[in-house]
């Protein structure tokens, strides 16, 4: 039988230390000797800096884990920003009996896609609670990124104006449907994955002309119907997409129509929308093509003046209605 | 997607709506009284698509909504005895009773999991023999026989830790009432996934009976126009009669061995609607060679009468007397995120569909 989690580990004792220095420090590649605070130079700019915690369900699922989902999730929260991600933060919480070849799975997963991302994780902690006092493990991670002047506006959406783009660079949904479907045991023809990935290598792609690219948000929970409200009344203006032109993958929409739910309204971990001016929107579109995380990217709607604050969709079936923030809670802890 | 994609296709619903402009000669009310159909009709924009003399309205079909507050009252109290689990679908998670709702009941440590099937919950009890497990039977004739099938298998398992609350409704004896009640329609969109189980026949008395027009049909948008067209066409030659368009799915004797079971498991009972009130033969009741399945009378709960007055119009609105914005509680104190009725709760409630999607129009 392998190795459990134990009170011990938490402990700040010989158990802790060992924990820490063969399994986070070795992996993440941190420093040695370890101080309380990481100190790190900053390049110019400003700092972008965010936090998240994850607690998804099951921990390990087609595409991911946990660790890569927290690697991922705030690598994003930055690179949404126009930051260019840099450093990361991992708090573990865990609980005692906790398998340790999961949490070195886990943790191998987070120095992986860190690395991918081009981010260092350079500092961290490790709590251990009784058993039944969290589900298995619960993983924070905090992010800075640098920021130049010239993307400050990028977060708030204050240079969204009408006639501008909406593009997203795949189908939606695919996250929460396999999260969904690993829960249940539902199986489809085609399997599915998470689409969980870090996006900043495809956004700076999309960045290279500052001023063309407006917003940016990535559809996590709430999907993209919540991005699309909260950028309407954020932005003060009106967006009216085409239901038809959203990509949404078969076995989502399948599980969609079954279960009553709507493909607009689910979480994603790997997808962006990106509002750009008019004329800058097709070659936006052609540069992520070239990126294996934009190889699905599509213009799906536009920016308006009229109806200040709402969403219109335009269904598939050619009716028109208003697009709401989605209430209620879908799915509990997809993330 | 086959099987929808061809039902949404656009030149098809344009020259529907076109076929419908051009024969609607007066004015139309048609009443769907299923929560599919009416979530449908504005998820795809279809009153948009629609001239402004057809009015579509809806019934009493979204079976959360017409669940009585007390059978709500009757769940949270059972949950929160100890070892017991109580299996629900979603939509109940959040609808209000005197003693608030089933997630109020698990945030305050009872054991409330959402299920998507009673064949779920009895797997929470063949994995759980420790602790009592009772499924939150409610719906129409869509849902009894997963329930009835759940129940016949518990009893052929000898599993001793599983139990229904039930609530199963009947629809048409619902659809009576209101044409009792005088609400004025032209006709109805008959409920497609009732009408599965039970076949068409279980609506004739609606055009022998009442002499109006009625169509079962499907969910798709050019189901619902296509039905609205054959509605249309019924009004103007006063010829009405009870017509399938579903055929897909619906035949005129339903699904015999479904109701085989339905038939078994449950026996029709009186029993109160929201909204409604008491409906003769509007229920099922659990059969005595299944009683012990019966959480109603496995568990002794106590429940105080309900004492402040709700001015929510929930009732009305089933009927179809009323449309949601009457209320004086619509979109103010009455919200999807803050339900103080049961229309507002459901993805398929009126007032939850309405609120979303209507005020486009």
């Known amino acids: 039988m392998s190795e459990k989690i134990s009170l011990s580990h938490g402990s700040g004792g010989r158990q802790a230390q060992a924990l820490i220095h063969d399994l986070f420090a070795a992996r993440f590649g941190m420093k040695l000797p370890m101080t309380d605070s990481a100190l790190l130079r900053v390049p110019p700019g400003i700092i972008a800096f965010t936090t998240d915690s994850y607690v998804v369900n099951p921990l390990f699922f087609p595409g991911g884990n946990i660790g890569k989902l927290a690697v991922c999730g705030t690598v994003n929260d930055l690179a949404v920003s126009g930051a260019e991600p840099k450093y990361l933060s991992a708090a573990f919480i865990i609980e005692e009996g906790f398998d340790i070849d999961e949490l070195g799975l886990i943790v191998s997963s987070m120095a992986d896609e860190a690395e991918a991302a081009g981010v260092s994780i350079v500092t961290g902690d490790t709590k251990v609670v009784e058993k039944g006092q969290c589900d298995r493990i619960f993983i924070n991670t905090s992010g800075v990124g640098i920021l130049k002047d010239e993307l400050m506006h990028i977060s708030s959406g204050s240079s969204v104006m009408p006639g501008d783009r909406l593009i997203i660079n795949g189908p939606p949904g695919d996250h929460a449907v396999t999260i969904l479907a690993s829960r249940r045991n539902f199986s489809f023809d085609t399997p599915m994955a998470s689409d969980c990935a870090s996006l900043n290598r495809l956004i700076e792609k999309v960045t290279v002309k500052p001023g063309a690219v407006h917003f940016m948000r990535d559809l996590t929970r709430g999907g993209l119907a919540a991005v699309l409200n909260e950028l309407a009344v954020m932005a003060r203006c009106g967006i009216t997409i085409d239901e038809s032109s959203v990509p949404v993958k078969e076995a989502v929409r399948g599980l969609c129509e079954i279960l009553g739910f709507d493909p607009l309204t689910l979480a994603s971990e790997g997808r962006v929308l990106i509002v750009a001016d008019e004329g800058e929107a097709e070659g936006i579109v052609q540069r992520m093509h070239a990126d294996p995380q934009g190889s699905g990217a599509s213009i799906i709607g536009e920016i308006t003046s009229g109806r200040e604050g709402r969403v219109i969709l335009k269904s598939t079936a050619g009716g028109s209605r208003f697009l709401e923030m989605p209430s209620g809670q879908l799915l509990p802890r997809i993330c | ?361």
């Not at chain 2, 059978?71 to 059972?78: R, W």
């Not at chain 2, 759980?128 to 997963?146: L, Y």
């Not at chain 2, 609400?183 to 109805?188: A, L, N």
């Open chain 2, 1 to 361: 997607m086959k099987y929808v994609d061809e039902f949404r296709n656009r030149g098809h619903i344009a020259r529907l709506a076109e076929l419908i402009l051009k024969e609607a000669t007066r004015e139309y009310t048609f009443m769907e009284v299923c929560g599919g159909h009416t979530a449908a009709i504005h998820r795809f924009g279809i009153p948009s698509l629609l001239p402004p003399q057809i009015k579509l309205i809806s019934g009493p079909g979204c079976p959360v909504c017409v669940t009585a507050g007390r059978y709500i009252d009757t769940l949270t109290a059972i949950a929160s005895n100890e070892g017991v689990t109580v299996s629900i679908f979603g939509d109940l998670m959040r609808v209000p009773g005197t003693l608030g709702t089933p997630g109020d009941a698990r945030a305050a440590g009872a054991d409330v999991r959402v299920v998507l099937s009673a064949h779920e919950a009895l797997e929470t009890a063949r994995a759980n023999p420790q602790r009592k497990i009772v499924f939150s039977a409610i719906g129409f004739e869509t849902t009894t026989p997963g329930t009835a099938v759940t129940i016949m298998q518990a009893e052929r398992e000898g599993i001793e830790n599983f139990s229904v609350l039930n609530a199963h409704k009947v629809m048409p004896p619902a659809m009576e009432a209101i044409l009792r009640e005088g609400t004025r329609i032209d006709g109805f969109i008959c409920p497609g996934h009732v009408a599965v189980i039970t076949g068409s026949s279980a609506f004739e008395f609606i055009a022998r009976k009442y002499g109006l027009a009625a169509v079962v049909t499907g969910f798709e948008p050019t189901d619902i126009l296509s039905a609205v067209l054959m509605l249309v066409r019924q009004v103007n030659s006063r010829k009405p009669s009870v017509e399938i368009q579903y055929s897909r799915a619906v035949s005129a004797g339903g699904n015999v061995r479904a109701q085989d079971y339905m038939r078994q498991v449950f026996e029709p009972c009186d029993v109160e609607w929201r909204g409604l009130g008491v409906l003769a033969s509007g229920g099922l009741q659990i059969a005595d060679r299944y009683r012990r399945f019966d959480a109603a009378a496995a568990f002794t709960v106590d429940i105080p009468e309900a004492t402040h007055a709700n001015p929510c119009i929930c009732g009305e609105i089933l009927r179809g007397v009323s449309t949601p914005p009457d209320c004086p509680l619509f979109a103010s104190a009455c919200t999807p995120d803050h339900p103080e009725g049961t229309c507002m709760v459901s993805d398929e409630g009126s007032c939850n569909t309405w609120y979303k999607y209507h005020n486009y129009e």
